[in-house]
């Protein structure tokens, strides 16, 4: 194979604004420095008092989090939690900047992978292993939250970062919900393209909610577990024979995506799949809520795009446990903050939170009474993958792997796309 200039691989890559997006960032895949705080001690005790803040960029969260609040204020006098909330790419980009010293981030959330990784280097987190919030959690999925013996953060949400599909259309159409192999799933597509319906509508204009589809199509392709980390590392690379065969599986996808996908925002997306006019909106389980609040009345499954072309797949499905919930070393109110994490990991407040946004969590003995959430809950014990983008630490090298695909959807062969992230993989080694 030929090789890239740098010139040649931001071209591919950097025109569609994927290939460098965190290279001015001293966010996740930057160097930090402490800056101050200590971690990981166990939060401070004492009175259960004062005014701290929550950051997260779940926004559509914030009705429900207001609620939590309240009841969280009337079982505490002389507290109050104000919520700082960031879009997740600037949340991403941007989150361990304003949460350092703790002006903002009492209490705070993390992505799971780079964000984790650097919060904790930066001794943003305090000790929370011996905390009574712990104890609530399965300790199955409390891994995305520890770092060595300690656990910094508690992983609240589980999500399936798979396309959600509407079954009513699924039905007219005809088309298999749970195809065996990549084959059978693109027969589904196709037959859900003659019915008249865009298969899939995919938000390629969107870094954080586009890149959910890599988790799906990577997971039965790679040859390993942390293939993601493999590639970081320089162990596996994007020019090699399976990540290719992924890209002409992202060039499979090609014909049954909505029109100008690549720069398609999450917004549309989710509406033309909440107005019938998708049959699938590849992001992920997270967006329940959204779509139901958009007016979406269907039933909502999921499905896998299951890349294996031989029926014996590894993976069923992708799943991941992230919103890591933690407790800032800088924070004035530590025990204030403590305490809210602590509420929150209640299986009954974490049954509320569950229900109001559509999403599973990480707590046990919760109970599911949201019909997409019952509905969903097979996921739970089906046999799926961690989902493998989060392995990246370095957000430069994430973005550039992720963008080969993207790149691909826009008519760039896949061995050139490949060549041109590996060229920006090698860079960061």
Not at 59 to 87: C, H, M, P, W, Y
Not at 357 to 365: E, R
Request: charged residues 20%; aromatic residues 8%.
């Amino acid at each position: 194979m030929s090789q890239i200039s740098r010139r040649q691989a931001m071209a591919v890559l950097g025109a569609l604004g994927l290939g460098a997006t965190a290279a001015a960032c001293a966010g996740p895949g930057g160097s930090t420095t402490p800056g101050g705080t200590t971690g990981p001690a166990a939060p401070a005790t004492g009175d259960i008092t004062g005014k701290v803040s929550f950051a997260h960029w779940r926004g559509e969260d914030k009705a429900v989090f207001d609620e939590l609040i309240k009841r969280f204020v009337a079982k505490n006098s002389g507290v109050e939690v104000v919520q700082d909330i960031s879009t997740s790419n600037d949340y991403n980009a941007q989150g361990l900047q304003k949460v350092r010293g703790a002006a903002i981030g009492d209490a705070f959330a993390t992505f799971r992978g780079a964000q984790f990784k650097n919060f904790g280097e930066a001794g943003i987190y305090t000790e929370l292993k011996n905390s009574k919030a712990v104890g609530n959690y399965q300790k199955g999925l409390l891994t995305a939250g520890q770092s060595g013996d300690s656990q910094l953060g508690l992983p609240y949400q589980v999500v399936f970062p798979m396309p959600m599909a509407n079954t009513d259309l699924f039905d007219k159409a005809g088309a298999e919900l749970a195809p065996k192999d990549w084959d059978a799933f693109l027969a589904m597509c196709e037959k859900l393209a003659s019915s008249g319906v865009t298969p899939i509508s995919w938000p390629g204009g969107d870094v954080g909610n586009g890149g959910q589809l890599f988790n799906c199509m990577i997971a039965n392709n790679a040859p390993v577990d942390d293939m993601c980390a493999q590639i970081e590392q320089g162990k596996l690379k994007c020019t090699d024979d399976w990540f290719i065969r992924m890209l002409n599986q992202y060039k499979d996808l090609a014909l049954f995506l909505q029109s100008n996908a690549t720069g398609t925002a999450v917004e549309p997306a989710q509406n033309l799949f909440s107005q019938g006019k998708a049959a699938m909106l590849a992001t992920g389980s997270y967006h329940l809520a959204a779509v139901r609040n958009l007016g979406a009345k269907f039933p909502i499954e999921l499905v896998f795009p299951n890349t294996s072309t031989d029926s014996n797949a590894k993976y069923e499905g992708v799943y991941n446990a992230t919103f890591i919930l933690g407790v800032n070393s800088a924070s004035k109110h530590q025990a204030t903050a403590a305490a809210w994490i602590d509420f929150l990991s209640e299986p009954e407040n974490a049954g509320y939170y569950a229900n109001q946004t559509a999403q599973h969590v990480s707590v046990k003995d919760v109970d599911y009474t949201n019909a997409d959430l019952k509905r969903l809950s097979p996921w739970l014990d089906k046999k799926t993958a961690l989902a493998a983008r989060f392995q990246f630490l370095n957000l430069d090298v994430r973005n550039a792997v992720e963008a080969s695909a993207t790149a691909v959807i826009s008519g760039t062969s896949p061995e050139q796309a490949a060549e041109a992230a590996q060229k920006i993989v090698d860079e960061r080694l």
